[in-house]
């Protein structure tokens, strides 16, 4: 049980770039939650995975954002057309079948100028 | 519906006791407590699944009144290492979903 990992840890991008992150969960756990946090606010949820189906999304969420899970393992969530609005710590967290404990990833700092 | 903590935030010299609330507008069918230090992910603390349970982790213990659909958690004999912004992740009940919906947080700061 390495944790769940996230790359990168930071990314800075130009506004109108699309940009990519990977969340690889703990080995096992089928279900794969992304989160948004900003300064001074909890993590907002953005979409569920369990395995590689997507089951929930945010009603909040832009059509520019999409993640895929294809193969129940790591997931990728990507960012179309970034707007500065966009600039947050983004979250990955997963959970196994028999828990309902979230073990949260580092996460990845996007930063958009 | 985002829940409501309480306080917002708080400063404890070691060895005082804290209590920190979460409120829910409507029925919970679980809430949980997550740590987070500066730059750091948040980690799990506990789970409360029932109404009226109380859980407790060393010297942090949480209870869990679903009828009022509000939980607290209680923080005694507090540490340095208590330190950080304590959020409340409430499950929906009925949504059918795992999703939670976390507060804005609380920010813990113990001093020596």
């Known amino acids: 049980d390495t944790g769940v990992s996230q790359n990168p840890r930071h990314k800075i991008t130009k506004r109108g770039q699309n940009v990519t992150f990977r969340c690889d969960p703990i080995s096992e756990h089928n279900r794969l939650y992304w989160y948004r946090q900003t300064l001074g606010q909890g993590p907002e949820f953005l979409t569920y995975?369990?395995?590689?189906?997507?089951?929930?999304k945010s009603r909040l969420l832009s059509d520019r954002f999409s993640a895929e899970r294809p193969k129940g393992s790591f997931s990728t969530l990507e960012i179309q057309r970034t707007e500065q609005g966009d600039s947050a710590m983004y979250l990955c967290a997963s959970e196994g079948s028999s828990d309902n404990e979230q073990f949260f990833g580092p996460g990845t700092r996007l930063t958009v100028l | 519906q985002q829940p409501v903590q309480s306080p917002q935030a708080v400063i404890l010299r070691e060895g005082e006791d804290a209590v920190i609330n979460c409120s829910s507008s409507?029925?919970?069918?679980?809430v949980h407590w997550y740590r987070q230090k500066h730059g750091e992910a948040p980690v799990f603390l506990m789970i409360l699944l029932k109404g009226g349970e109380q859980k407790g982790h060393e010297k942090i213990s949480a209870s869990f009144n679903e009828k009022k659909q509000q939980s607290s958690l209680y923080l005694t004999a507090s540490q340095l290492s208590y330190s950080g912004t304590y959020f409340c992740?409430?499950?929906?009940?009925?949504?059918?979903?795992?999703?939670?919906?976390f507060g804005k947080g609380t920010k813990l700061s113990v001093i020596p």
């Open positions: 992740g409430a499950e929906d009940s009925g949504a059918g979903s795992y999703q939670l919906t």
């Open positions: 409507k029925a919970l069918y679980s």
């Open positions: 995975f369990q395995n590689e189906a997507q089951l929930e």
